[in-house]
C-alpha cells in the first residue's frame, strides 16, 4: 500500500515561491505516475501538474505553465513541486496522489488529469498568497 505525506506549504506574498514535497512509502517502485493536485474553498478540486517516474515526463495544467515544476527524487521516493511566480488565485489546499500502487502506461498516465483517475492521496497542505 502506498502512503503519501505532502509538506511544505505556508503563506507567501505574491511574487513568491515554495516547494511543496510529497514523500512516499509502500510500493513506491512501482508507483509510476504522480501528481499534485489543488483545492480551493467552493471550488472543484483540479490537476495542477503530473509526473511519470518511469522516464521524468512531466505534464502540466495551462494556468501553471512556465511558473511550477513538478520533479522526482527517486533515491528518496519523493515528488516536488516548485511554485514560483505564485498568485493570490493559487491559494488552495495542495494534494499530491498516485495514479496506482502498481505501474501504468506513459499515455494513461498523461490523460490521468482527474481526480477519480488517481487512488491514492495524500493529507494535503495548505498554501496561501497574500496580494
Known amino acids: 500500500q502506498v502512503q503519501l505525506v505532502e509538506s511544505g506549504g505556508g503563506s507567501v506574498q505574491a511574487g513568491g515561491s515554495l516547494r511543496l514535497s510529497c514523500a512516499a512509502s509502500?510500493?513506491?517502485?512501482?508507483?509510476?505516475?504522480m501528481a499534485w493536485f489543488r483545492q480551493a474553498p467552493g471550488k472543484e478540486r483540479e490537476r495542477v501538474a503530473t509526473?511519470?517516474?518511469?522516464?521524468?515526463?512531466?505534464y502540466y495544467a495551462d494556468f501553471v505553465k512556465g511558473r511550477f515544476t513538478i520533479s522526482q527524487d527517486n533515491a528518496n521516493n519523493t515528488v516536488y513541486l516548485q511554485m514560483n511566480s505564485l498568485k493570490p488565485e493559487d491559494t488552495a489546499m495542495y494534494y499530491c496522489?498516485?495514479?496506482?500502487?502498481?505501474?501504468?502506461?506513459?499515455?494513461?498516465?498523461?490523460?490521468?488529469?482527474?481526480?477519480?483517475?488517481?487512488?491514492?492521496w495524500g493529507q494535503g497542505t495548505q498554501v496561501t498568497v497574500s496580494s
Open positions: 496522489a498516485a495514479a496506482s500502487a502498481y505501474g501504468i502506461s506513459r499515455t494513461s498516465c498523461r490523460v490521468a488529469t482527474k481526480g477519480v483517475d488517481f487512488a491514492v
Open positions: 509502500g510500493y513506491t517502485s512501482t508507483s509510476n505516475c
Open positions: 509526473i511519470y517516474t518511469s522516464t521524468g515526463a512531466t
